[in-house]
């Protein structure tokens, strides 16, 4: 057998471990009673070290020495790459803090979804303190193996090839020109009647109505379902994707969008390329590519015209009101409004959301501040950048997020970066399919071909830049989202 083939089906083996750790991480967040979590914990960390002691054995390095030296076509080249790159972060940590990090993310989210809702920083921060001990430490091992500042270490793990200095030219850009803009539609909508959601919107109608939206979204249920979790996330894996949102009975906006942007996640996830399941080249390019399927499916397509004309007859078939005329609906889902949290914003105030995010932990990881420095520096960035202040408010403030609760620092950028590569594919796509006719007809197959043949298929077999290239022509250009933002609100 050659030594790629080997490293291949190594790779195989190790997924199907990762397989039963999304599954049961899926359980922890949806199912598990809370008196589980204990060892639900202790049992994930043993997997996780297991699944270490997997992707790091000796023979490994000879092996991708060998296939270094055998010849292989492009796609297997590759796909050698990423099995190189998953295996040379793998050594990096220490089988000890592999364990370590596990447990103590296990115990800060799972205290922390109770002391959320009790406002309660002191308590989280004892269990947080760990954690961002922690990720510091396995930040600065990275950061030593590849020259690299420790955020930048950490960022790499979910944007191959992106640094905090492209970030923070990207980021300066946009809060050039962002408040301005938000400040504008505010005040141009200031004049618009809107009836707000204020009945009573049974949980069992809003589940209906999410599930016929994710049947028009092409959703494929032999391959996945959709369950409640106090943070809507998409898990699982390709073959079995596990999708959630949270539902509120005295309004139905979040739980819906909250739907259509996993149904994005997810759709994704089921068109990654089945000849390449289990092996590196054949998950998710990047977070922010994820991110970008996501948003797609959200921003570009659920909130355009024609797909809100679908949603209000579908939300008017379970519920009844004046809110449910199309024209109101529209108003709701393009309303903006400077609000504390994150994933209920509107498109335009969402980029504040993370560029804050963003700058405190790169500053945290880098060590430039303390964890207990978090709090006020939130509130001092949301007041500058969106006018609130959150003293005191932990619910709404540092707390909102699970990301820091179990050490993913340098995942934030990832939503705005998805952003803007979402409004870039949308631009490519209306050059060749005719979007809105496509929408209003009610089979969106031409739209969800054009991502399957450029972002899907592709799995990660190209580079981000080299994706993004093929699909648009040119890599990521901030303007193609500045532009759209401006078409839609102005």
Not at 128 to 147: K, P
Not at 228 to 248: A, K, L, M, Q
């Amino acid at each position: 057998m050659s030594a790629f083939k080997k490293l291949v089906e190594h790779s195989q083996k190790c997924s199907r471990f990762q397989h039963l750790s999304a599954i049961c991480g899926w359980d922890a967040a949806s199912m598990m009673p809370a008196g589980g979590n204990q060892a639900r914990s202790e049992a994930m960390a043993e997997l996780s070290v297991h699944i270490h002691g997997l992707m790091t054995q000796p023979q490994l390095a000879d092996w991708i020495a060998d296939a270094e030296n055998e010849n292989l076509n492009a796609e297997q080249k590759s796909s050698l790459r990423e099995i190189k790159r998953q295996w040379q972060q793998a050594n990096l940590l220490p089988e000890k803090l592999v364990q370590a990090k596990s447990l103590a993310g296990s115990k800060c989210e799972h205290a922390w979804r109770t002391q959320r809702g009790e406002n309660d920083w002191v308590g989280f921060e004892k269990n947080w303190r760990e954690v961002v001990e922690l990720s510091r430490e396995e930040a600065q091992i990275r950061a030593d193996a590849a020259g690299l500042t420790p955020y930048d270490a950490m960022l790499d793990i979910y944007e191959p090839g992106t640094s905090s200095a492209s970030l923070d030219d990207l980021f300066s850009d946009v809060k050039t020109w962002l408040p301005g803009l938000i400040d504008q539609v505010i005040e141009k909508q200031s004049t618009e009647q809107l009836i707000a959601p204020t009945g009573h919107y049974p949980t069992d109608k809003q589940k209906a109505l999410g599930l016929e939206v994710m049947k028009l979204l092409k959703f494929d249920f032999e391959h996945g379902r959709l369950d409640e979790s106090v943070h809507p996330f998409c898990g699982g894996v390709p073959s079995d994707v596990r999708i959630t949102t949270r539902y509120d009975e005295s309004e139905f906006v979040q739980s819906l969008m909250g739907i259509v942007h996993e149904t994005g996640h997810a759709r994704y996830e089921q068109g990654l390329p089945k000849a390449l399941a289990g092996t590196p080249a054949g998950e998710a390019r990047s977070m922010g590519i994820h991110e970008s399927q996501s948003l797609f499916f959200e921003m570009q397509v659920g909130r355009s015209d024609a797909f809100i004309a679908h949603l209000a007859r579908m939300a008017g078939n379970q519920f009844s009101g004046p809110e449910f005329e199309q024209e109101n609906f529209k108003k709701i889902y393009t309303r903006v409004k400077k609000d504390f949290i994150r994933v209920d914003a509107d498109e335009l105030t969402y980029p504040a959301h993370v560029i804050l995010r963003y700058e405190i932990e790169r500053d945290l990881i880098n060590g430039n501040i303390k964890h207990t420095d978090v709090p006020e520096l939130w509130n001092q960035k949301m007041q500058d950048y969106l006018g609130l202040s959150t003293q005191g408010n932990f619910t709404n403030g540092c707390m909102q997020d699970i990301h820091w609760t179990d050490g993913a620092f340098g995942y934030f950028p990832s939503y705005t970066l998805g952003a803007m590569y979402a409004a870039q594919f949308m631009a490519a796509m209306k050059q060749t399919v005719d979007v809105d006719q496509v929408i209003q007809s009610g089979d969106l197959t031409p739209i969800f071909s054009w991502l399957e043949s450029n972002i899907w298929s592709k799995g990660s077999l190209l580079t981000t830049d080299e994706l993004v290239k093929g699909a648009t022509g040119e890599t990521l250009n901030a303007k193609f989202f500045q532009d759209h933002l401006k078409a839609r609100y102005l």
